[in-house]
C-alpha cells in the first residue's frame, strides 16, 4: 500500500527530524524523504518547524502504521504535555494510505 507520511518539529529541529528518519528507515526499508524545509507555526506559538515528506510501500495495515508511528514518537519523548506547551519534538502525521487521505497536510 502507498503511505505518505508528514514529519514536523518546531524544538531542536534539524536533530529530530534525522532521528525520526532514521528510525522510520528500520521499519520501512524503502521510505524515501523530501528535503525538509521551514515552515511557520499555525495555530501555536513556537519557533519555526522544520517539516519533510516520506512516502513508502508497505503491506502493513493501517492501525499497525498508525500504531509504529506513535511508538516512535513517543520513543523520542513526544508527548501531549509537551503540545499543550507548544513544544513539538516531533510529530508523524500519517497523510495517506493508499487512496484513502487520512489526514490533510496543513503546510503544504
Not at 11 to 30: H, M, P, R, V
Not at 50 to 61: A, K, M, S, V
Not at 79 to 106: F, M, P, R
Request: glycine residues 6%.
Amino acid at each position: 500500500m502507498k503511505t505518505v507520511i508528514a514529519l514536523g518539529s518546531n524544538f531542536n529541529q534539524t536533530e529530530n527530524i534525522s532521528k525520526a528518519q532514521a528510525l522510520l528507515k528500520q521499519y520501512f526499508k524503502d521510505v524515501r524523504f523530501t528535503e525538509a524545509q521551514w515552515t511557520e507555526p499555525i495555530g501555536i506559538e513556537s519557533d519555526n518547524f522544520l517539516n519533510c515528506i516520506g512516502t513508502f510501500e508497505t503491506t502493513w495495515t493501517l492501525t499497525q502504521v498508525q500504531q509504529c508511528l506513535k511508538e516512535i514518537e513517543m520513543s523520542m519523548g513526544d508527548s501531549h504535555e509537551n503540545h499543550q506547551q507548544g513544544k513539538v519534538l516531533i510529530d508523524i502525521d500519517l497523510a495517506q494510505y493508499g487512496g484513502k487521505i487520512v489526514k490533510e497536510i496543513i503546510w503544504l
